[in-house]
Every structure is written in C-alpha cells, then in structure tokens.
C-alpha cells in the first residue's frame, strides 16, 4: 500500500485510460508488430504461423501518480495457423520500467520488476506443480490460485559499459487483461463489500497454503530457494522510510481534529520505535512462515461478480513479495480496504473464514496446522492483533492516499480511535 514521492504508488490492469494511441505512433514503447509476434509465439509455443491483422494500444496507470511500472494495454488480433488458419484476439496488459529516471532507478535499485517477473517465472509455476500432487477432485474444486496468466517476461539489468555509455536495464511482463473477462478494480473510496472481502480471502489463502505446503512437504527453505523475496532488512529500510514521511503529516491531520489527543498521543509513544517494530513484524514467526503478498489491499485486486451471487478476485502487482507471517496479508486487507462498519461487524467471521480455509485445505495436502504445526485460532488471533499494528504503520507510509478523501479520512480515524480502544497501539511494550 504504497503512495509517497519517494516510494511510487502501486501499479496494475484495473484503471486504464480511454485515450487510444495509434499502435505504431509512439517511439516511447518497445510495442510494433514484430515484438507482438514473438510474444504470440512463446504463448502457443510455436516458431511460426502467427500473423497479426490488427492491434491497439492504450496507455494507462492507476489513479493518481504511477511509477513502479508504466502500463499499456494491448488488443491483438492475429491468425493462428496450425491445422487450419484460426482468427484469434487477446487483450493483454504490458508492464515496462517507468521512463522517469528517479523512479526507474529506485524500481531496479530495490528490484520491484524482478521480484514480480520471478514470481510469475519462479514462484507460480512451483505453486501450481505442487498442487497437482494434491488434485483430487474435491481438491481442485476448492483451491483456486488466481492471478493474471502471464505470456511473456524479459528481464536484464543494467550493465556498466567500459567505454561508452552503459546499457540500460530493461523489464517486460506481459499478462492476460482480466478485464476482458469482467474483471474490474474496486473502488478505494467506498471500500470492499462483505462478499469482496470474502473472495479476497479466498484468493490469498490458496497461495499461503501451497505455499506451506511445499515448505513442509517438500522441507524447503523457502528464502534459500526465492533469494529474491523482498528480504526483511531491505523491507523494513523502505517501510521506514515511508512512516518517517507519513507519520509528521498524519501527526498535522490529527491535530487538526478534535477528539484524538489520545490517539496522538499512543502514536507520539510508537514513533521512536517504529523501524524496530516493523522489522520485528515482517518477521515470520515459525513454523508458519509462508510467502505473502504484502501489498495486499484493494488496489491490486480485481473482482468479478458471479452468477450464483458471490464474487471472484484475482490479485495483481507481486513486486512486494515476501517469506512472512499469513496475518500480515489479512490485517493489511481488513483495516485498509473495508468500510469500518463491516471491519467492526464482520472481522471475527472472516478470520474465522480465513483460517477455517487455511486449516481445511491444509489438510487436503495431509498438513494438520493444529496437530503438526500448534497453530490455533486464538493463536491466529493474537499474531493478527500484532500485524494489525504493522498494516497501521504500512498505512501510514501511505497516508497521501487517505489525506484529502473525506470518506478515507474517516476510515482512518476509525481505525486510530478502534486501535487505541482495543490496545493495538500499546502493543509495542510486549513486543
């Protein structure tokens, strides 16, 4: 949940503009005929009989400022020559390096575009290789890992030239445009519904089960195999960072209503201690260390209703992916990206959900969490009151995103009165 000038707001698929360029109008994007057809090709798996007839290209960015990646949206249309010539279309979503210089460097230096292009390439692909171990019918009907299919990456860092100018780095995923298949983003402002909220849940709790399961099942170290997961000491530098300029405009908002001196207060007695905290939080508390998206909120989520009432999500933008604790994900999602009437109606249900679906389909790859790893409910609910506190600090690195939108403002103010009532705030003493 990232929105400052330093740290560049979260980029994905949800939000893009209606403004269409023609496709070979710009020299800014690596997009032309030739470079869609040897991504069409990697995607059927063949060397030749593709042909494109037509193709659009649109630029688009999350609202507000974007610059962990610049985003295109592609509408191909092409033949498909393997039998018999095939009339095919495809609308695809391109993520490329922003081409402001600061941001550019800040995404390589810290390795955002690499660490979602291996999680497409690395970590996805073991996921769903070990689910199929466990694909039983019942199974697969309960486990469903939903992100965008990806169709293509190119990955190469920057290299120093010893004469001449160096060469750039340069990054390109490419992924399936959900929107295509009615997906669409939620609105921040007004927040996630109940039956949202549930898909969320859903969604995240597929990936934080197959990924236990392949630590205990397979004895994996998980860090030792994904070298590149956002590694806690870096983690913890930037989210500092981010609190450090969050926490003096948060202080000044406060001030500015009446009512929350106490609330002002607990927080004046955290801010000496945060970087402490946020490290100690990002730790993963194990046996339950598992990878965690650790941006999850309603923005890099899309959703789609479906016939029998209920909603589907699909959760995009992985730069922030992480070996840590499963409630970091839940409380980020709970406190951020709901109304604060359904957080305070509806949190004990759906971390009843959440780990109801965890100790379930654990189970289904023969780990008991309460038998094998001594993990509980009320265990469960102690580490979410203590990643409660971590979300509050993550939200508060992003508090530009709050500040200004009378509705999110309120929502904040709801959580700060809530988490100095219920003692989340004091927390840092047995901590």
Same mark, same amino acid.
């Given at each position: $949940?990232?929105?400052?000038n330093v740290q560049p707001t979260r980029s994905d698929s949800s939000a893009m503009s209606d403004t269409e360029e023609d496709s070979g109008s710009s020299d800014s994007w690596p997009i032309n005929e030739d470079w869609l057809v040897e991504v069409l090709k990697k995607h059927h798996e063949v060397r030749s009989g593709i042909k494109i007839t037509d193709f659009k290209v649109k630029?688009?960015?999350?609202?507000?400022?974007?610059?962990?990646?610049?985003?295109?949206?592609?509408?191909?249309?092409?033949? +498909?020559?393997?039998?018999?010539?095939?009339?095919?279309?495809?609308?695809?979503?391109?993520?490329?390096?922003?081409?402001?210089? #600061?941001?550019? +460097? +800040?995404? *390589?230096?810290?390795? #955002?575009?690499?660490?979602?292009?291996?999680?497409? *390439?690395?970590?996805?692909?073991?996921?769903?290789?070990?689910?199929?171990?466990?694909?039983?019918?019942? %199974?697969?009907?309960? $486990?469903?890992?939903?992100?965008?299919?990806? #169709? %293509?990456?190119?990955?190469?860092?920057?290299?120093?030239?010893?004469?001449?100018?160096?060469?750039?780095?340069?990054?390109?995923?490419?992924?399936?445009? $959900?929107?295509?298949?009615?997906?669409?983003?939620?609105? +921040?402002?007004?927040?996630?519904?109940?039956?949202?909220?549930?898909?969320?849940?859903?969604?995240?709790?597929?990936?934080?089960?197959?990924?236990?399961?392949?630590?205990?099942?397979?004895?994996?170290?998980?860090?030792?195999? %994904?070298? #590149?997961?956002?590694?806690?000491?870096?983690?913890?530098?930037? %989210?500092?960072?981010?609190?450090e300029q969050g926490m003096p405009q948060l202080t000044k908002f406060l001030e500015s209503k009446s009512g929350y001196g106490n609330e002002l207060k607990a927080l004046n007695k955290i801010r000496p201690k945060t970087k402490e905290l946020i490290e100690t939080l990002l730790q993963p508390i194990e046996p339950m260390g598992l990878i965690t998206h650790t941006d999850f909120w309603c923005n890099n989520l899309l959703f789609r209703a479906e016939s029998d009432g209920t909603d589907s999500c699909v959760i995009l933008d992985w730069q922030m992916v992480t070996y840590s604790r499963p409630t970091n994900d839940l409380a980020l999602l709970l406190i951020s990206s709901i109304p604060s009437h359904i957080r305070r109606q509806h949190s004990t249900r759906l971390l009843d959900l959440y780990y109801n679906l965890l100790k379930s389909n654990c189970q289904k790859l023969d780990v008991d969490i309460e038998a094998d790893l001594g993990y509980s409910r009320n265990k469960m609910e102690l580490e979410y009151r203590q990643s409660q506190l971590l979300a509050l600090l993550l939200c508060i690195g992003s508090i530009d995103i709050a500040i200004g939108n009378p509705v999110a403002e309120q929502r904040l103010l709801d959580v700060l009165r809530d988490f100095n009532d219920d003692g989340v705030l004091s927390l840092t003493e047995c901590l």
């Open positions: $949940m990232i929105a400052t630029q688009g960015c999350q609202d507000g400022v974007n610059n962990l990646s610049d985003i295109l949206s592609v509408s191909v249309v092409y033949e +498909f020559r393997s039998v018999q010539p095939e009339t095919k279309s495809l609308d695809i979503v391109i993520k490329l390096l922003p081409q402001d210089p #600061f941001s550019r +460097f +800040f995404v *390589t230096e810290a390795q #955002f575009d690499l660490r979602e292009i291996k999680f497409y *390439t690395s970590i996805l692909p073991d996921l769903l290789s070990f689910q199929e171990l466990y694909n039983t019918e019942n %199974y697969g009907s309960g $486990m469903l890992v939903s992100v965008p299919t990806c #169709f %293509y990456t190119q990955y190469a860092p920057a290299i120093a030239a010893s004469q001449g100018s160096p060469e750039p780095p340069e990054s390109i995923l490419v992924l399936e445009d $959900m929107r295509s298949l009615g997906y669409k983003g939620a609105n +921040f402002s007004s927040g996630l519904t109940v039956s949202q909220t549930e898909a969320a849940i859903r969604a995240i709790v597929a990936i934080h089960v197959l990924s236990l399961g392949i630590k205990i099942k397979k004895k994996v170290d998980v860090n030792e195999k %994904y070298p #590149f997961l956002f590694q806690t000491t870096r983690a913890t530098e930037s %989210y500092q960072q981010l609190v």
